[in-house]
């Protein structure tokens, strides 16, 4: 777990760059405290932080195989490297001077060309230079686990771990001051969405790399994007005993391989199955495991609780850290500023800070990210359950009970259920979070384009998914959007924040092999989600968490919005310099409105502030979050 920085200059002036990478990779240290390198030849520049977790004394990158021919540079973790250092020793006769994945990386990409990202069962965004052939080869993982970002202008194109670093070299690449053009439709999708959808970034010079796709690019070159991975659900698998057993086996396998390292392995824990599963299956490798959990100290929003009493019955030390209103507030300028593109999660603060926490005991965690999607995990997943009445009901009839629902009084009961029961699931499902209508929206932004909508995002992945049943189509756009553009990001965004590796063993290949085959009777039978993931975990989980709704990291915003944190989010729409962008006195009536009741506004008021505190650090650059300098204790 790393971060890298990769320049293909256009003309042949590299070793001219080499500074500027040098300058730049100091704003993603967090990401690799423990080593920091470049290398570069005529045509190429590449820099590297290392945190480092596999084969730690050696491995060291920018890293060199076959006498030079290639380097490459490797953020992530492949899980099956020892399996595939043993075929390409044995098939081909490799050799390797390390012990580590990176260099089984190169060398499978050696002798088995583009076809290697097949291979690798991990996560994972790496760039390889072939001084030979003069090429740069590079790719992200299936699920958009790990980050890449790409800025192409007349000096060349760059990649990097952060999106920060890319913009402080924007001037090698002949780009103008990105922080002056902003992408408003990366915007409204994100006021849509609470996040910036793939692959766009808020600044509209800066795109990323598409989780599932690989590139190559030539020195003053197009480059060339091919999509290797597609997430196709087929009900293939069966149902019953024999495939929860299956389910049970593979995820075993998953955790055994996510367990590798040379550094301490823990787990976040929170009240759900999914995270007490991957902590329950942890225990089996090491018996000294420690366990994490963040909550608050209101009723209603913590499951530290339910976590305490997963870990005694799995037998783990646990940790837990309760997180107040006023170092939330504190704290979220810094957050921002990791993020790099806004996310409006609310989440993404405890989790930073349980992060901190772990750090301080470990190098590594593992944690149930995946599962939900895969598996058919959210109680939304439901919804076409509750709406199949509707489907019965003409056309014609549907759209007057839609016209019907806008006539009923604002959080009335019944009028978003009529509203939604009026359209079809590609119009009404576009992920899990849904900030801001249409309606509210043209309320706030300035620059509001009724042409601009959620199907810009999704239309394409409904297209693919065409003749499958609603769930599974929701399960595919949800893996193209709210899990690569909200959950990963901030998974991995907070926890690299604090020089953590985070692993999700659900986002395997292995896991999704068999998960992406489930009929829909084992995702939502018997008025529950996950239905075949429960049953597979009935003896690995214990009971009191088996059939639970999870929770995940609720945070108390609608209360604390009202009370805490009202003057505090008044200060910041009051010194925002983004009313050309954002009408700030609706943003003030909207608070005002949240304060006084009974409407909760508290999630679309929360996804403004974190938009207003990311232009004040990226485009007004008036806030300056103070940026620690990674320091941990050695008790590793």
Avoid at 480 to 488: H, P, S, V
Wanted: aromatic share 10%; proline share 6%; net charge negative.
């Amino acid at each position: 777990m790393c971060g890298l920085l990769g320049l293909l200059t256009a003309g042949a002036d590299a070793a001219a760059r080499t500074g500027p990478i040098a300058g730049a990779l100091r704003c993603a240290r967090h990401r690799g405290p423990d080593e920091s390198g470049t290398w570069n030849d005529p045509d190429v520049v590449f820099g590297f932080n290392r945190l480092s977790i596999i084969d730690v004394e050696r491995s060291h990158q920018p890293l060199q195989y076959a006498d030079g021919r290639y380097t490459i540079v490797f953020n992530g973790e492949i899980y099956n490297y020892v399996e595939l250092r043993a075929e390409l020793a044995q098939r081909h006769g490799a050799t390797f001077a390390t012990d580590g994945d990176t260099e089984a990386i190169v060398a499978a990409y050696h002798h088995w060309g583009p076809a290697a990202v097949n291979r690798l069962r991990g996560m994972f965004a790496f760039l390889i230079w072939d001084a030979q052939e003069r090429v740069l080869f590079g790719a992200r993982d299936p699920f958009g686990i790990k980050p890449l970002f790409v800025a192409n202008g007349p000096g060349g194109v760059a990649f990097g771990s952060e999106k920060k670093s890319l913009l402080e070299i924007a001037p090698a690449l002949g780009l103008p001051n990105p922080a002056s053009d902003l992408d408003a439709a990366a915007l409204q999708h994100y006021l849509l969405l609470q996040y910036v959808p793939e692959p766009a970034t808020l600044h509209r010079a800066i795109r990323r790399v598409e989780s599932g796709t690989y590139f190559t690019v030539r020195p003053g070159g197009e480059v060339e994007y091919e999509r290797y991975f597609t997430p196709v659900f087929h009900a293939g698998a069966g149902a019953g005993p024999g495939v929860h057993r299956e389910i049970a086996d593979v995820l075993r396998d998953s955790v055994a391989k996510h367990m590798r390292a040379d550094v301490t392995v823990g787990a976040f824990l929170s009240g759900g199955i999914d995270s007490t599963a991957i902590a329950a299956l942890a225990k089996q490798h090491n018996p000294n495991l420690i366990t994490f959990t963040t909550g608050f100290e209101r009723e209603g929003y913590s499951e530290v609780d339910v976590a305490a009493e997963s870990a005694a019955a799995i037998g783990v030390r646990h940790v837990v850290r309760t997180v107040k209103p006023d170092e939330m507030m504190a704290a979220l300028p810094l957050i921002v500023w990791y993020l790099d593109d806004p996310v409006a999660d609310p989440a993404l603060v405890p989790l930073w800070f349980i992060a901190r926490e772990a750090r301080q005991h470990v190098k590594v965690v593992l944690s149930g990210e995946g599962a939900d999607e895969l598996f058919g995990g959210y109680t939304i997943y439901r919804e076409p359950l509750s709406l199949a009445p509707f489907e019965k009901v003409p056309g014609s009839l549907r759209g007057l009970l839609g016209k019907a629902s806008t006539r009923l009084p604002e959080g009335m009961r019944g009028k978003d259920l009529l509203r939604r029961g009026a359209l079809p699931l590609e119009q009404r499902y576009y992920g899990n979070a849904r900030i801001f209508r249409d309606d509210q929206l043209a309320g706030v932004l300035r620059q509001y384009d009724p042409r601009c909508s959620h199907t810009d995002v999704t239309a394409h992945h409904y297209r693919d998914s065409a003749g499958w049943d609603p769930v599974s189509r929701m399960q595919h756009v949800d893996l193209f959007t709210w899990l690569r553009g909200d959950i990963l990001v901030k998974a991995d965004k907070m926890t690299m924040a604090n020089s953590l590796e985070l692993r999700v063993p659900f986002l395997d290949p292995e896991v999704y092999g068999v998960a992406s085959g489930l009929p829909l009777s084992e995702k939502i039978a018997e008025g529950t989600t996950k239905y075949a993931l429960r049953r597979a975990l009935d003896g690995i989980v214990p009971a009191h968490v088996l059939n639970r709704r999870k929770l995940g990291f609720p945070v108390p915003i609608r209360h604390w919005l009202r009370d805490e944190m009202y003057d505090w989010a008044r200060e910041i729409i009051r010194d925002s310099q983004a009313d050309h962008l954002v009408d700030l006195a609706a943003v003030q009536r909207m608070l005002d409105a949240h304060r006084d009741g009974p409407i909760d506004h508290s999630r679309r008021i929360w996804t403004l502030l974190v938009f207003l505190l990311w232009h004040g650090i990226f485009v007004e650059q008036r806030i300056r979050p103070e940026i620690p300098e990674p320091a941990y204790p050695v008790r590793l």
